[in-house]
């Protein structure tokens, strides 16, 4: 079936199918398609699109923030070879569902929300989202005491019944996942900038498949779509339109979980931040944060107080890890710190020989005190 043809097998067809379709048009971004939901129903937008007078529409121009002939009649021609139910049928048969404004099950978070998707993909179940919602997101380049705190906030939150939002990205994104998961409680959502069968990135193949399964991996785009640097910025919106709470792990000055922030501030949404070494650069935006009034974040009973829940259960007989009982190994990892080190530097901080410290150092990292990436030494926020 392609064009304007409504029908499959004698079937009618339901109104995500035309939004599939016309999602699918080249040049069909978020604020286009909810231009064309918000003037007519799916299917008269599909018949307006075909008869390629869309353009002619002040209030679908006006929404759109503009819309050129040659567009609206490129689409035409693109819509008479698009077969609307067989991208339907296809999207079933991967198991992703389809919502869009106004349509039931559509989440209540983003119904009144200024930037709203029009339509949302999703695999697993948007009940998953009645819940309360945190978002806890951060820098790729994190350090591993970032990837600890944010896996610990993600096991720690879902525990005591928060669904943990997030992007399913690498780094402390991924972290905070794996920490809810790993709680077997509250279920988590993710926001994607791909089609639900584009992988992005290749490396978190596997959690995504995890989170679809224990809760649900929703994204704006129908499947095939790739990733293009100019989505993730926008997915930011829908994670911050989906939290109650917006907590920021780690980020760099112009980190791009700062986009995150701005949009929920746009929604009055209180965001947090976990306190960072001040020269680490991969804390620099989350300090920046505390200091413009943010409020820090030292563990998950901080952010479940602001969602006006018991924080006690979340951290109750939550230890600090001590220093190595070995008095040369303690010294290292006290004067090792929060921050990346060298093992020159660590040599000038004991004066201690290179030799003898690169032995402490290397049975410090095998017992998991300390990890190290390249040239430089990490502490861990716990051991083993």
Same mark, same amino acid.
């Given at each position: 079936?392609?064009?304007a043809?409504a029908?499959?097998?004698? $079937?009618?067809?339901p109104?995500?199918?035309?939004v599939?379709?016309l999602?699918?048009?080249?040049g ?10 918000? &003037?007519w129903?799916?299917e008269?937008a599909?018949?307006a ?15 759109? $923030?503009?819309f ?6 490129r689409w035409?021609?693109?819509?008479a ?7 339907f049928?296809?999207?079933? &048969?991967?198991?992703v569902?389809?919502?869009f404004?106004?349509?039931a099950?559509?989440?209540? @978070?983003?119904?009144g929300?200024p %930037?709203?998707p029009?339509v949302l ?7 998953v ?5 945190? *978002?806890?997101?951060? !820098? &790729?380049?994190?350090?591993s005491a970032?990837?600890? !705190?944010?896996?610990e906030?993600?096991r720690?939150l879902?525990g *005591?019944?928060v ?15 794996l920490g809810?998961l790993?709680a077997d @409680?509250?279920a ?6 791909t ?11 596997d ?9 649900c991996v929703?994204?704006?785009y129908?499947?095939?779509? &790739?990733? %293009?640097?100019? $989505? ?7 994670l911050?339109g989906l939290?109650?709470?917006?907590v ?5 000055? $112009? ?10 501030l746009e ?5 947090m931040a976990v306190?960072?070494?001040v ?10 944060l505390?200091?413009a009034?943010?409020?820090?974040v030292?563990? @998950?009973?901080?952010?479940?107080a602001v969602l006006?829940?018991d924080g006690?259960a979340?951290?109750r007989?939550r230890?600090d890890?001590?220093d ?5 190994a303690?010294?290292?990892v006290?004067?090792l710190?929060w921050?990346?080190?060298t093992v020159?530097e660590l040599?000038?901080r ?7 410290? @690169?032995?402490d150092?290397?049975?410090?990292e095998?017992q998991?005190w ?9 502490? !861990?926020?716990?051991?083993?």
């Open positions: 079936m392609s064009g043809e029908t499959s097998g004698g $079937r009618r067809l109104g995500g199918a035309f599939v379709g999602a699918a048009l080249s069909m971004g978020p604020a286009r398609l909810a231009a064309l939901l918000q &003037r129903d799916p008269q599909w018949h699109t075909c008869g390629g007078q869309v353009h002619r529409d002040a209030r679908v121009v006006e929404g759109a $923030r503009g050129s002939v040659e567009l609206s009649r035409a021609l693109e819509a070879g698009i077969d609307v139910a067989g991208r049928e296809a999207h079933l &048969r991967a198991a569902g389809i919502t404004a106004g349509a099950g559509f989440p209540d @978070a983003l119904a929300d %930037e709203a029009a993909f999703h695999r697993g179940s948007l009940e989202l009645d819940r309360p919602r945190v *978002a806890v997101v951060g !820098t &790729r380049r994190c350090t970032g990837r600890a !705190t944010a896996r906030l993600g720690d879902a *005591a019944g669904c943990v939002v997030s992007g399913l990205a690498s780094g402390i994104d991924g972290e905070a996942h809810s790993e @409680a509250a988590p959502v993710a926001v994607v900038a089609g639900l069968d584009v992988v992005y990135p290749m490396a978190n193949a959690l995504w498949r995890r989170v679809a399964s224990a809760g929703l994204s704006e129908p499947l095939g779509t &790739r990733p %293009e640097r100019w $989505r993730f910025p926008a997915r930011n919106r829908i911050a939290a109650d709470v917006v920021v792990v780690e980020s760099h000055a $112009r980190g791009g979980s700062l986009h995150t922030v701005d949009a929920a929604r009055d949404r209180p965001v306190p960072g070494p020269r680490s650069p991969a804390s620099k935006g989350t300090n920046d505390l200091a009034g943010s409020a820090p030292r563990d @998950a009973g901080d952010v479940l006006g829940l006690a979340a951290t007989g230890a890890p001590a190595p009982s070995d008095a040369g303690a010294a290292v006290q004067a710190g921050e990346p080190a020159e040599a000038l004991l004066d201690r020989p290179l030799g003898r410290l @690169a032995v150092l290397s049975e410090l095998h998991g300390v990890v190290r990436r390249g040239s430089w030494y990490e502490r !861990t926020v716990r051991p083993g």
